[in-house]
């Protein structure tokens, strides 16, 4: 029986330690979804609010050109996906109330709602560091 302790250490270490991160991804399903539905909504509340002084800013040369128009429009292709995301878990909802689940659809739907939740973030923390413009 002290055979099977190696074999047992080294399924635990390579096979189990790998996989239950990865299932948190197919369990936290709705929550992954609803983070990133939060998260692009703070990120679309920035935009609005700072559009128009943005464009300002760069139509006086004061920010390189494209930094803005980049930046605004990363954050459309995010909303975009995010209501893609949203659709996709809303279909999964509705095949029999829920109980018809794809595991691998689960998964991958999470993950592509965490990797997402973590690029708005960091659009979200980008910071525009506006030179004050140069008095005569």
Do not use: H
């Amino acid at each position: 029986m002290d055979f099977i302790s190696p074999i047992l250490e080294i399924v635990t270490k390579y096979v189990i330690d790998f996989l239950i991160p990865q299932l948190g991804y197919s369990i936290q399903l709705k929550e992954n979804v609803e983070a990133l539905t939060d998260g692009t909504g703070k990120l679309k509340g920035r935009r609005d609010n700072e559009r128009s002084a943005l464009k300002a800013v760069e139509r006086e040369r004061r920010l390189p050109p494209g930094v803005v128009s980049d930046w605004l429009e990363v954050v459309e292709e995010i909303e975009t996906t995010t209501e893609t995301i949203k659709e996709e878990y809303r279909q999964g909802k509705i095949c029999l109330k829920g109980l018809c689940t794809n595991c691998w659809t689960r998964y991958r739907l999470s993950k592509r709602a965490t990797k997402l939740k973590l690029v708005a973030d960091d659009k979200l923390a980008t910071q525009f560091v506006v030179p004050k413009p140069q008095s005569p």
